[in-house]
Structure formats: structure tokens, C-alpha cells
């Protein structure tokens, strides 16, 4: 089953607008990561922050988690069109015992950045 | 580096045939692993394998199979191509840590009529 769900499932916005995208995941996590896919092309990794950690920047993007609420935030400040893209947050969950790492994957959000 | 590669890029089967998707990574990671991506259901995972000889399944296995003989290499066999199995299927990779991204390759389209 899918552990993380992102939110909204499409997004679209004016460039130079901000754009927010939500993940929700249900179980505890070492790390969550975002990554981005161009239409028709491999995901690309963005940014990842620890569960010990709150909020993370790298360039115009920022990222928060909330471990009590099991939610994570990733915002694109002042948006061009090439961010035009989906956006997928996924949690790394370990599974005790077995010593292995697993990536879970949201459904993702479509974001539209019109020029 | 090449990082990750998957060939081939695009596939037509016919139901009941069989083929393998190749991927091969060379950054010499321990972990390896194989998602599908279907419209609207985001990345599933199929199986991975956590270095040369050791494969483990993930969400969707049925109807794939894999081996891990080399670290650089690990395929996915689809026994009987059914046209559930129409998606795209991405391979990726990243060192054995907790604490370390995933190398996503090109994908491969896959077609079952």
C-alpha cells in the first residue's frame, strides 16, 4: 500500500507564485525524500530530511516535516515554468530485523507553472 | 559515470511472451531495486535486492522475477506478459545507507497487447 499521499494531486500556478505540495504518510520513518519527474523521464532526487529534523532549504526550495502529524511540506518559492513537473515525496522506512531500506512513494502532484 | 542505465527504452509484447528489462548501475551500489509506474498510482515496488545474490520482493511481485549475480546487474524478467503488466518500469539504485538518495534510470515502456 502506498505510504505516503500527496496533496493536491494538481497544481497550477502564475510564474513567479509560490507553490505548496503536502505529504502525508502513515508509520514512522527514517528520512523522507523528494523527487521530481519531467514528463516521460526518471525521477530525480530533490531534497531529503531526517526525521530528526524539522526544516531543510536548498535554493528556492524548502522543505518541513512534522513527525506528530506524520506530514511533510515542500515549498518552490518564486516558480518558474521549467519547474513544470510532478513531484513525489517518499519515506524511507526501516524494517527491523531484516536490515534492509525500503523507499515508499507517494502518488505524486502534478504542478503547472504557466508562463 | 553512466549512473543508471535500462535498456531497452520501449517494448511491444504480445500476451504470454516473456522478456527481460536490463539495468545495470555503475556506482557501485549495495541496494537495487525495480518500481512500475502506472497513471495515477505513482511508483510501486516490484522487487529489490540488497547486494549479489540477495533479492527480496516488494509490493507487486507477482508475475516478475529477478536475480542479483553481480552488483552492477540486476534484471527483471517478466515470465508471461500479461497486459496488467502495460507500464513504466524504472530501476534504481543507492548505497547501502539509510541516509543516501536513489539513482532513478531513464525507465522502460513496456506495451502488452
Known amino acids: 500500500s502506498q505510504q505516503g499521499e500527496e496533496d493536491p494531486q494538481a497544481l497550477s500556478i502564475q510564474e513567479g507564485e509560490n507553490a505548496t505540495m503536502n505529504c502525508s504518510y502513515k508509520t514512522s520513518i527514517n528520512n523522507l525524500q523528494w523527487y521530481r519527474q519531467n514528463s516521460g523521464r526518471g525521477l530525480v532526487h530533490l531534497i531529503l530530511?531526517?526525521?530528526?529534523?524539522r526544516e531543510k532549504h536548498s535554493g528556492r526550495l524548502r522543505v518541513t516535516l512534522d513527525t506528530s502529524k506524520k506530514s511533510s511540506s515542500l515549498l518552490i518559492t518564486a516558480s518558474r515554468a521549467a519547474d513544470t513537473a510532478s513531484y513525489f515525496c517518499?519515506?524511507?522506512?526501516?524494517?527491523?530485523?531484516?536490515?534492509?531500506?525500503?523507499?515508499?512513494f507517494g502518488k505524486g502532484t502534478k504542478l503547472s507553472v504557466i508562463p | 559515470n553512466a549512473g543508471v542505465t535500462q535498456t531497452p527504452k520501449f517494448q511491444v509484447l504480445k500476451t504470454g511472451q516473456s522478456m527481460t528489462l536490463q539495468c545495470a548501475q555503475d556506482m557501485n551500489h549495495e541496494y537495487m531495486s525495480w518500481y512500475r509506474q502506472d497513471p495515477g498510482m505513482g511508483l510501486r515496488l516490484i522487487h529489490y535486492s540488497v547486494g549479489a545474490g540477495i533479492t527480496d520482493q516488494g509490493e507487486v511481485p507477482n508475475g516478475y522475477n529477478v536475480s542479483r549475480s553481480t552488483t552492477e546487474d540486476f534484471p527483471l524478467r517478466l515470465l508471461s506478459a500479461a497486459p496488467s503488466q502495460t507500464s513504466v518500469y524504472f530501476c534504481?539504485?543507492?548505497?547501502?545507507?539509510?541516509?543516501?538518495?536513489?539513482?532513478f534510470g531513464p525507465g522502460t515502456r513496456l506495451l502488452v497487447l
Open positions: 517518499a519515506t524511507d522506512l526501516l524494517y527491523s530485523g531484516a536490515g534492509s531500506y525500503q523507499l515508499t
Open positions: 534504481a539504485s543507492r548505497p547501502w545507507t539509510s541516509e543516501e538518495t536513489q539513482y
Open positions: 530530511i531526517r526525521s530528526n529534523e
